[in-house]
């Protein structure tokens, strides 16, 4: 499949999350694809002063392999894809480069117990706002998590993972996170979930001491239908570092309002956009 897009603020090489982890899901198989993506940036190196502007093409092909259902009752599920993108500038032609995305999703689902686990590396050079040039590193996550049902619509979880970020070059940070967390979630009906989590995290920066976090929140998951889904998460962290501590409140909410999206592209007969970064 080839999808194509004139225009888009800024062309990315990243897996889009639903491409990633949800490739090939409606049968088991692989999926080929090719996404070419050009824009005019006028700000390609993010830089917050003298700004340089270009014609940014990516072309980027993908392959997918899907086994099983994630959302299946019992059995064993594989989530995997792989996207090279070469990124091509119509003027700045020296910074041209081939990034790398490999995302892996794979779990289990028995009658009272589900593990899964989810793993990506990305091996970058674009700019980013902290550094206001191309940056050539790496960065990886692994989370794995474990779910035990004692009871039909009560779930306990356990989970932890480790991200990291390592530069080429010198005058960059690299960096580790690694956090732990356990949560207790209950359905209250079929289209409401609600659920208490307490995590900790420690995050450590080359050049600075670690910093340790708690946090505790409660959440709350509504899917009114099968293609629109919310989800709102609020609670405390309480942060401790090298010159002190603080706690603060800590609020997200997320939506997916595929349906919505699915019925505005069918009334204006255009491919999904790809790009749609994590």
């Known amino acids: 499949m080839v999808e194509r897009v004139e225009q888009h603020t800024r062309p990315t090489t990243r897996l889009a999350e639903r491409e990633a982890m949800d490739a090939g899901a409606d049968q088991s198989g692989w999926d080929l694809r090719l996404a070419v993506e050009a824009a005019y940036d006028d700000n390609i190196f993010l830089a917050p002063a003298n700004p340089q502007s270009d014609l940014v093409m990516v072309v980027a092909p993908e392959i997918a392999y899907a086994f099983g259902e994630p959302d299946g009752d019992q059995g064993a599920f594989v989530r995997a894809a792989y996207r090279p993108s070469g990124v091509f500038y119509l003027d700045h032609d020296d910074v041209n480069r081939v990034d790398h995305d490999l995302a892996l999703a794979m779990g289990w689902q028995g009658k009272a117990v589900a593990l899964a686990y989810d793993g990506r590396y990305q091996r970058l050079g674009d700019a980013t ?123 997200e909410g997320r939506g997916d309002v595929e349906e919505v999206v699915d019925r505005l592209l069918r009334l204006r007969g255009q491919p999904l956009a790809v790009g749609d970064a994590l």
């Open 129 to 251: 706002a902290e550094s206001g040039t191309p940056t050539n590193r790496d960065e990886l996550t692994s989370v794995a998590r474990v779910a035990w049902y004692p009871r039909e619509k009560l779930a306990i979880e356990g989970s932890g993972g480790v991200s990291a970020t390592n530069y080429d070059q010198s005058g960059f940070f690299d960096s580790e996170g690694r956090f732990g967390e356990v949560a207790l979630r209950y359905a209250y009906s079929p289209k409401t979930q609600i659920g208490i989590a307490y995590r900790i995290g420690r995050l450590e920066v080359d050049g600075s001491g670690p910093q340790t976090a708690h946090r505790t929140t409660v959440r709350m998951a509504w899917k009114p239908r099968s293609k629109v889904a919310i989800e709102v998460e609020a609670g405390a962290e309480h942060r401790s570092y090298d010159l002190g501590s603080s706690t603060e409140p800590v609020a």
